[in-house]
């Protein structure tokens, strides 16, 4: 029930009518829903802001695996915090300005 929402056919539709009545039916309908939720699972467009999803599959006995989402999501840890420049002094020492970062 909770997958169905990813199934257009059958998002709307009250399944326990179908399990109740027959169940080849209802396998036919389940491998739909099953099918539409895998596919919808393997989108990029469904990852959420702030995450990075892992896809997986296997071509030629070789595994490859594609990243989707923010890369940054996984990777902030090892970045280096900001620094800005809050004000830059001048002084004059001998005839000559010199700029400084406090």
Known sequence: MPLKQHSKEFAKS???????ADRD???????NIYAAA??????????????LRAISETRGGHTYTRYY??????L?????SGRR????????????KVLYER
Request: glycine share 8%; aromatic share 4%; charged share 25%.
């Open 14 to 20: 009250d399944l326990r009518a179908v399990s109740v």
């Open 25 to 31: 039916v209802f396998a036919t309908v389940e491998d």
């Open 38 to 51: 895998a596919d919808a699972a393997r989108n990029p467009a469904t990852v959420p802001a702030g995450h």
């Open 69 to 74: 989402g923010q890369p940054k999501a996984s």
């Open 76 to 80: 902030s840890d090892f970045m280096p």
């Open 85 to 96: 420049v809050k004000r830059i002094n001048e002084i004059s020492e001998g005839g000559r």
